[in-house]
């Protein structure tokens, strides 16, 4: 059965810690739903209510589109290994990105990686579990190091061309303002 938190307990953080994979989820007013798979050490719980997500350079920026127009994020976590569970947090968030303030006090909470773009700083309104029981075993083999191989391959001027020609917009035609 599903249950409801207004917090992130202690026994949620350590699920979220032990995934490989998380999955992001967001959505313009009008227009399609972006769901898209995260791994990485790329996900920080900072509090009860507040997690960030470091995002590195990817074939979109839905997310950051989305966020400048309604704020609202889910994130799912499920176990593959072990014991059966889905958890789902609800938040709203917003972007941060390499030219504001914050960026030298948070980019440090990450390991360093090659294409990072943005970190997303996420409120979390509820967090819900549920059984996970239908979910498959699959068994965690290790990261993949292509993304991380073509963005040191582009270097800095390489990514932020990418940027210009690939994160500008959203697939529905939405500004990012990445590069603002």
């Known amino acids: 059965m599903s249950k409801f938190y207004t917090k992130i307990?202690?026994?949620?953080?350590?699920?979220i810690e032990?995934?490989?994979?998380?999955?992001?989820?967001t959505a313009p007013n009008s227009g399609r739903i972006n769901l898209s798979p995260?791994?990485?050490?790329?996900?920080?719980?900072?509090n009860e209510n507040r997690v960030l997500w470091l995002?590195?350079?990817?074939?979109?920026n839905e997310t950051a589109a989305h966020l400048l127009e309604n704020k609202r994020i889910t994130i799912m976590f499920c176990s593959f290994e072990k014991v059966p569970n889905i958890l789902r947090l609800y938040g709203k968030g917003k972007e941060i990105k390499p030219t504001d303030t914050t960026w030298d006090a948070i980019i440090s909470?990450?390991?360093?990686?090659?294409?990072t773009r943005q970190i997303f700083d996420i409120t979390i309104d509820s967090a819900q579990t549920s059984c996970?029981?239908?979910?498959?075993?699959?068994?965690?083999?290790?990261?993949?190091?292509?993304?991380?191989?073509?963005?040191?391959k582009?270097?800095?001027?390489?990514?932020?061309?990418?940027?210009?020609?690939?994160?500008?917009?959203?697939?529905?035609?939405?500004?990012?303002?990445?590069?603002?």
């Not at 965690?140 to 993304?147: A, F, Q, S, T």
């Open 9 to 15: 307990t202690s026994r949620l953080q350590k699920f």
């Open 18 to 25: 032990a995934q490989k994979i998380f999955f992001v989820a």
């Open 38 to 46: 995260k791994g990485m050490d790329s996900f920080k719980v900072m």
């Open 55 to 60: 995002n590195v350079t990817g074939s979109g």
């Open 109 to 115: 909470l990450f390991p360093e990686t090659p294409g």
């Open 132 to 152: 996970g029981m239908s979910i498959p075993f699959y068994e965690y083999k290790g990261e993949r190091n292509d993304l991380n191989d073509w963005a040191k």
């Open 154 to 180: 582009q270097g800095k001027k390489g990514i932020t061309e990418y940027w210009e020609n690939n994160n500008q917009k959203s697939i529905d035609g939405l500004p990012t303002n990445l590069l603002e």
